[in-house]
């Protein structure tokens, strides 16, 4: 049997989930602290770029990598990974002297195959070992891989990895190409293996790899906390104790818990990785993850809606994320045309002369309930209700757009429904109004529902409404929402989405007088 060698990636890979924000002093406490852990290799971060920043770990020379990693760790190999959809010039990269990076590993899609090879061969005649990375290596086919290996062979590089780009590998298909890269690899080049975890299939490939007992040397790609983007990566801290375990190692875990309790802790409360249900979906139908940490961030679909959009992304748009693509198939999906001319005209006579009061969601409708309920109990008032019914306040009508919020409350509802063209009910009390009319031309807040029910009210000749409870984001975790089923982490900057919804306020505000009952952090004035 071969070695098993540990690479650390969290500050490469890891990094998608804070844009490589880490800090100076982090990356160098962390590059010291795995240095302690007896890991063969440390990723230190991206090979790319322009302007350097000290706070991220993405260098566009080599000569950056050097303050990160000084003093080096006897026995331990750092690499920087470059990426051949935006590489750096050949001519940046000097030949090596053994005071930076030791190793660099680039990866490639299926198209930039030749231009990895002249990159390959040239970054190895400066001096430095290569690893090559098969980007998506599932979508190879098995002639294609094994020409794909057999080219690289000319170059007798230190690793070929497989990469699970899109986290589909399970063992059976994961086994199988292990085999074909053993089969048709040089003698003496390792095998490496990188994973993403949004089938939960990292730890079980990786030891199933470990398992094989092959004659060559295995590299095991992993992360601190299993941090990267979605569902994250290989947790490097259970592996590394799996291997003590059951192969004699003698990983050093308790610099690795550092790692994660001074580090990584508290990105993890800011901006959650883990397994979900939209990665899960994402995986299964094969399409990349940023689709599906997109679209749950509308934050208004059903499995079922998530599933139907993900199937219906065109091929050739399901490898590469594009968020203005991920958008058109959101918007495309929701809209239904419907006419809702006699709906709205229902409507704007019952409302007429009527004091409209909005109830949203936010926790300032508990924390001043009094208040609230002062504007609510009076005669010939109508209070509609944002996407939820609450349980301590007389409310005429619910508004929902929100087809993961309507189901959460529909076979409890009591009052009418006004529901826009994009949810299906059979209930009979219910006022339908096309879903498209009342959208925002901005994508972060097209179909926000407090914003949607403004412009519904407006178009019903409304002229004042009283707002209890649009409170905005604070970008804490379980602080925005009257009830914490509702509560939805946004993995978007909160001070942002709520200047772009400040901004929306204010445009209406112009049209139909907005009288906030409750405390907002928007500017709508």
Known sequence: MGKVHLLDCTLRDGGYVNDWMFGEDTIKGFCQKIANTGIEFLEVGFLKGKEYNPDKAVFPTVADFIPMITPKKEGLKYVGMLDMSAPVELDSIPPYDGTSIDGIRVIFKKDKIEEAYTYCERIQELGYFISVNFVSTDAYEDEEFIEGLKKFNKLNPFAVSLVDTFGLFKRKQFLRMCYLADHNLNDGITLAYHAHNNLQQAFGNAEALVELNLKRDVLVDACIFGMGRGAGNLNLELFAEYMNENYDTNYNIEPMLEIMDEYLADIYREKFWGYSLPLYLSATIGCHPNYAIYLAEKDSLNAKDFREILSGIPKEYKAKFSKDKANEFYREYMQKNYDDSKTCETLGEIFKGKRIVLLAPGRSIKENESAVKEYVDVADTITIAVNFLPDDMNV?????????????????????????????????????????????????????????????????????????????????????????????????????????????????????????ITSTNYKYE
């Open 396 to 516: 005429d009508y619910v508004f929902s757009n929100n087809m993961k919020r309507f189901a959460k409350i529909q076979d409890n509802l009591t009052v009418p429904c006004i529901l826009t063209s994009n949810l299906e009910n059979n209930k009979s009390d219910t006022y339908v109004v096309e879903y498209s009319k009342y959208t925002s031309a901005n994508p972060e807040i097209m179909d926000n529902s407090g914003l949607m029910l403004i412009r519904l009210l407006n178009a019903l000749g409304v002229s004042e409404v009283y707002i209890a409870g649009l409170d905005g984001y604070n970008g804490y975790y379980g602080k925005d929402y009257y009830n914490k089923e509702l509560e939805y982490a946004f993995s978007n900057n909160a001070e942002k989405r709520n200047e772009m919804i400040s901004a929306e306020l204010k445009e209406l505000n112009s049209k139909i007088k907005l009288n906030f």
